[in-house]
């Protein structure tokens, strides 16, 4: 585990559990204090499968990044984008192509500290540090002004994000937002956990998360595709993540989040 004074700003409370710190925690990372990694346990124990929804929701990521860059897209606005890990957004774009440009946006402090240390010396990747349920402080940021032309073509990635948001905060309406302001012919990647399959497992992560400051909602099938409204889906529309653009060799059938990409017409 790296010393912590390395990479956490002077104001984080190590003591408060976080999302993206409890997900960094199942990927492998070592961006996560001791109630991060003891919330992860608890997640685990409520649900074993926990580590391969991870991996599966993170291959989904990879897979969508590739896709959006065949279909010509240079432009990503990832929302919820937590700690950077290995196979993030601007290594796989830029990879693919070079000229690719990304915002991050997160508001986890240590997520936004790291990502602005890992990114220091790339020119067409950014972090910004904001709630993404609040639209316009996204996109007009400087950094998205800066990196992002709106009136061409965007990838807005909202992986694995939504399932924070309450119904009250009216999640639809957030990411109906969003998709106001981008052009025709940007894409939606959009992946959500379910309880669709394993509601008792299910119900205990919620019980697990639910005192860290991200406590979760997970949806129905039909919950999620109605915020896809609006969207031409790209086949085979919503499925289970690993059934998206499933590639050679690929053995995973794991349940328990939603995934699609959809185009703006």
């Not at 919620?206 to 896809?228: C, G, H, T």
Request: proline share 7%; net charge negative; glycine share 6%.
């Amino acid at each position: 585990m790296p010393d912590h004074s390395e990479w956490t700003p002077a104001h984080v409370n190590t003591e408060a559990p976080s999302a993206a710190r409890v997900y960094d925690w199942l990927l492998g990372g070592g961006h996560n204090f001791a109630v991060d990694r003891a919330v992860g346990r608890k997640v685990l124990e409520a649900q074993p499968d926990g580590l391969r929804i991870a991996r599966s929701n993170r291959a989904f990521l990879g897979r969508a990044v590739r896709y959006l860059v065949d279909q010509g897209i240079t432009q990503f606005l990832d929302l919820g984008s937590g700690i950077p890990t290995a196979g993030n957004v601007h290594e796989v774009a830029q990879r693919a192509n070079p000229e690719s440009r990304v915002i991050y946006v997160d508001y986890d402090p240590v997520a936004v500290a790291h990502s602005q240390l890992m990114l220091r010396d790339n020119e067409r990747a950014s972090i910004v540090d904001a709630d993404i349920c609040e639209p316009q402080a996204v996109l007009q940021a400087a950094e998205t002004r800066r990196l992002l032309d709106l009136d061409q073509p965007v990838a807005l990635l909202t992986v694995a994000v939504f399932h924070f948001v309450p119904d009250e905060r009216r999640p639809k309406e957030i990411l109906a937002e969003y998709i106001a302001h981008l052009a025709p012919g940007s894409y939606v990647a959009l992946s959500h956990l379910t309880a669709d399959q394993m509601p008792t497992e299910m119900a205990g992560v919620v019980e697990a998360m639910k005192n860290s400051r991200d406590p979760m909602y997970f949806r129905s099938y039909a919950e999620i595709s109605d915020m896809l409204e609006g969207l031409e889906l790209v086949p085979p529309g919503l499925v289970d993540a690993p059934s998206w653009h499933r590639e050679e060799g690929d053995d995973d059938d794991q349940q328990g989040i939603y995934a699609a990409v959809g185009r703006k017409p």
